[in-house]
């Protein structure tokens, strides 16, 4: 059940302390708190509970203020709700109206608020926040009552993906099968402790022996191939016996639902695996990398170092400064096909195409730059052909100025994989890391404008100083 709240952030002096004093005007979790449209989304995230009886549910500001409180200050979730019981602005943060001790959560809940707040969501509050901090009161009317042409191109846009890396153990065929071979074990366990079928024996797994074979070959720092085919074909016999068993044991149904989950995931990655070791591959289509979480795939991209990571593939866009997330997924994609895509998210935003676009290498497709040139979209980077043997001065330091704007993008993933969490995504299941990738954006672009809120008070703090002297000389 959800019971409707007023989420729009009351006065902090209306915030009752234990002791006296109220809460400063200018802290950061008062003016963060002014800057979030929490209002506009309330009946939104309502939608998610269609029942109207049981215990009602915590509040969108509870929720998403949580969600922003962990990723801003980087805790897991058992520290995000210590901090809020201590602290009175992060109270205040999430909508409490007086002071409390107790914990306003469990850590658990965190997980809920991950399912019930999606990815979409999140980009409709990152880009509403953004719109209501950076556009000037009355902006749009001016610019319909001047006659100001909407074809008119302005700003620049700039487009990169990157990957999310997961939270998992660097996979491999060996590791992958050993893992398989032992929840097949537990099923085995657990189905045998439900029959209890008198007389009965356990199948045997062997289960000492496959381990003994599996540690052989597994602490040996650079076995031969010939070691590891072998290594992977007795691990491929085990996992076959032990689904045999498994057929033959039947009660299925009841087993729980997390073995039964895995016994699904063991089955697939036997199959993967018996394909790539009889036809002698080292890939194969949707492969499963990690039992726990198998939808996450393989992503190639080929930087130094990492050739291959793991996670989520992300296709983002900077408009002034700001980050949004545009696309997310578990398979590899070519990351040229959202351009248009994006281009037009950027005219929805502004009422504009971009005067020009910054890109790297891979997005400058003949496709895309006649598609570009058609809306006269400058698009950054040398033009197709051979290079001419003499480069002017202007074209240079054009190029060189293209490049600069780029980078920009790349300092902004920089900085969500090492100051946020987007460097190792902790989250378990593929909607709920959808949605921390999503809300590392959100806090990014938060930061970006408390930032700028922090300028602004500076500077009239500042001038105010000055005349309050200049007058009293």
């Not at 109270?91 to 965190?110: E, K, L």
């Not at 509403?128 to 074809?151: A, D, R």
Request: some cysteine; aromatic content about 10%.
């Amino acid at each position: 059940m959800y019971r409707k709240v007023d989420p729009s952030p009351n006065p902090p002096s209306n915030f009752d302390l234990p002791f006296e004093g109220k809460l400063s005007e200018d802290n950061r979790w008062v003016i963060m708190a002014k800057i979030i449209p929490w209002s506009e989304f309330e009946a939104e995230y309502a939608q998610n509970f269609t029942v109207s009886t049981g215990a009602p549910a915590k509040s969108f500001r509870i929720a998403l203020g949580a969600l922003i409180i962990k990723e801003r200050l980087g805790t897991s979730d058992s520290e995000t709700v210590e901090q809020i019981r201590e602290n009175p602005y992060l109270q205040y943060f999430i909508g409490m109206t007086t002071y409390s001790d107790a914990s306003p959560f469990d850590s658990s809940m965190f997980v809920h608020f991950r399912q019930r707040i999606g990815v979409n969501l999140i980009n409709k509050i990152n880009e509403k926040m953004v719109k209501e901090q950076t556009e000037l009161p009355g902006e749009e009317v001016e610019k319909k009552s001047s006659g100001i042409s909407e074809h008119k191109n302005q700003g620049k846009l700039i487009l990169d993906a990157t990957c999310a890396p997961a939270d998992i153990k660097y996979p491999t065929d060996l590791g992958l099968l050993n893992q398989g071979r032992e929840y097949t074990e537990k099923i085995i366990d657990a189905l045998h402790t439900q029959i209890k079928s008198p007389g009965k024996k356990k199948p045997r797994t062997y289960r000492n022996t496959a381990r003994k074979a599996y540690l052989t070959v597994a602490k040996n720092r650079k076995p031969s191939r010939k070691v590891r085919r072998k290594a992977i074909k007795k691990q491929l016999q085990y996992i076959k016996r032990n689904l045999a068993h498994i057929d033959g044991m039947g009660e299925l149904q009841s087993l729980r639902k997390y073995y039964y989950r895995m016994l699904l995931v063991a089955t697939e990655v036997y199959r993967q695996q018996l394909w790539m070791y009889e036809n002698k591959k080292n890939s194969i289509d949707d492969r499963i990398v990690s039992l726990t979480q198998p939808h996450i795939r393989p992503i190639v991209r080929g930087k130094a170092g990492k050739s291959v990571e793991f996670g989520a593939k992300l296709s983002a866009s900077c408009r002034n400064g700001y980050v949004f997330l545009d696309r997310i997924s578990w398979d590899n994609f070519n990351e040229s096909v959202d351009l248009k895509k994006q281009v037009e998210e950027f005219k929805r935003f502004t009422g504009f195409y971009p005067e020009s676009i910054h890109v790297d290498r891979i997005y400058r497709t003949r496709e895309n730059r006649a598609w570009c040139k058609e809306r006269g979209i400058r698009m950054s980077g040398p033009p197709l052909g051979r290079p001419p043997t003499n480069i002017s001065k202007s074209t240079k330091k054009q190029a060189q100025s293209d490049e600069r704007i780029r980078n920009s993008i790349e300092g902004k993933f920089g900085e969500a994989k090492r100051r946020f969490s987007l460097g190792r995504v902790m989250a378990k299941l593929s909607n709920t890391s959808g949605t921390a990738i999503a809300i590392t954006f959100l806090v990014m672009n938060l930061s970006s404008l408390l930032r700028q809120a922090f300028w602004l008070f500076s500077v009239y703090f500042r001038t105010n100083s000055f005349f309050q002297v200049f007058y009293l000389y």
